[in-house]
């Protein structure tokens, strides 16, 4: 079955250039104008990925990644014209995986919408070791993508779910922000390693008790991040 991608964009040039170049790549492409369409479109479609812009009217990318992310977790790509990087953080924080700064090349646009895909794909796929990982009271279902803090849920991102389950796969282990930011992206990231201190923040939040002692994901000073404890 061929993915579906939302693009929403205010700029019907964009919309128009992006979703022939991907429907030529034979994915199934659907465009909304603005966030509110853009929100009523993701309702109905249930796209497998968001290409989302900032700056549009009535409902701009922020406001719908706050609305979205409530109950869905598509991976989502933010495209912006905005140079600064506090507002590339407040789309992550918000819930979003990944960003491009306008103008991009198609190439890359491509690049990245297949490695996002591509890491959801393997992880629906099922388990290529444990299905379960467990650490302490933190449990991670590589199955059903559920990850649990006692018996309550975390409700976590694509990109989220990724890192701790690389971390959680290899307790003790420290990762680079290169190495996670490449994790998430393949071989066609260009992000900057910021943004993993976002999604590391982010997941923090959702699954340890108190975030600025975190007793899961521990910080490497000048090294990156590992899951400070071994698996039950």
Do not use: W
């Not at 009523?40 to 719908?64: E, H, N, Q, S, Y």
């Not at 495209?79 to 890359?108: C, N």
């Not at 393997?122 to 006692?150: F, H, K, Q, W, Y």
Request: hydrophobic share 40%; glycine share 6%; aromatic share 6%.
């Amino acid at each position: 079955m061929r993915a579906t991608i939302l693009i929403i964009d205010d700029h019907q040039s964009v919309r128009t250039m992006v979703a022939d170049y991907l429907a030529e790549q034979d994915y199934h492409v659907v465009t909304a104008a603005d966030g509110e369409e853009g929100l009523v479109v993701a309702k109905r479609t249930k796209p497998d990925l968001i290409l989302l812009d900032i700056m549009m009217p009535k409902l701009d990318g922020l406001g719908f990644l706050q609305a979205f992310r409530r109950d869905n977790t598509a991976p989502v790509i933010m495209l912006t014209a905005r140079v600064e990087e506090t507002d590339k953080v407040v789309g992550l924080e918000l819930g979003a995986d990944d960003y491009l700064t306008k103008p991009f090349g198609m190439k890359e646009l491509l690049a990245r919408v297949r490695a996002h895909l591509r890491r959801v794909k393997l992880a629906n796929l099922g388990p290529s070791t444990e299905e379960l990982i467990r650490v302490g009271d933190l449990s991670l279902n590589r199955v059903t993508r559920e990850v649990l803090v006692g018996d309550q849920p975390a409700n976590l991102t694509p990109s989220e779910f990724g890192l701790l389950e690389a971390m959680m796969a290899a307790p003790g282990r420290v990762f680079s922000r290169e190495q996670l930011l490449e994790l998430l992206q393949g071989n066609a990231y260009e992000g900057v390693e910021r943004t993993i201190d976002v999604h590391i923040r982010n997941l923090r939040r959702k699954i340890e008790a108190d975030p600025t002692h975190p007793h899961y994901i521990e910080t490497v000073f000048g090294a990156g991040y590992r899951c400070r404890h071994r698996p039950t």
